[in-house]
């Protein structure tokens, strides 16, 4: 018999960072997990990760126990390694932190192709040269 689920739980933490304090620590404990546990299963799955943000999806089962989800990062966070800045520009109308080529930008879409919600590449790649846009880079003609 399967295990009755009791919530799930979204989550974005720095790949092997996890620790019992906040943020991750005020969104499960109310749930009765043990944060050791859950930091102990989250760093080794992430390890190999960087320093990249890792997108996690947590389902809690009624017996307290979990199982975990890892995403692809976020787009922004690919961007921002790709252009080697720390953060988009604050009015990426005016401002510019860069341009991302064609090859930077088929790359991003294909690594986040599993995540998003787009038929083919083509359609990946219009994604994320929106979010680019939205941060404020150029994206290569």
């Given at each position: 018999m399967a295990k009755k689920i009791k919530t799930t739980i979204k989550l974005q933490i720095p790949a092997?960072?996890?620790?019992p304090a906040p943020p991750v620590g005020t969104a499960l404990g109310p749930h009765g997990l043990n944060l050791m546990d859950f930091c102990n299963k989250f760093n080794d799955g992430t390890r190999d990760k960087g320093?990249?943000?890792?997108?996690?999806?947590?389902?809690?089962?009624e017996d307290r126990s979990f199982?975990?989800?890892?995403?692809?990062?976020?787009v922004s966070d690919m961007i921002r390694k790709a252009l080697k800045v720390q953060k988009g520009?604050?009015?990426?109308?005016?401002?510019?932190?860069?341009?991302?080529?064609?090859?930077?930008?088929?790359?991003?879409?294909?690594?986040k192709m599993q995540d998003l919600n787009a038929n083919d590449i083509e359609a990946a790649e219009r994604i994320v040269a929106g979010t680019a846009r939205s941060m404020g880079a150029e994206i290569e003609r």
């Open positions: 092997g960072k996890a620790n320093d990249s943000v890792i997108p996690v999806i947590i389902t809690i089962y199982a975990l989800e890892f995403k692809t990062p976020p520009a604050a009015n990426p109308l005016k401002n510019k932190i860069g341009k991302l080529t064609k090859a930077q930008l088929r790359t991003i879409a294909e690594s």
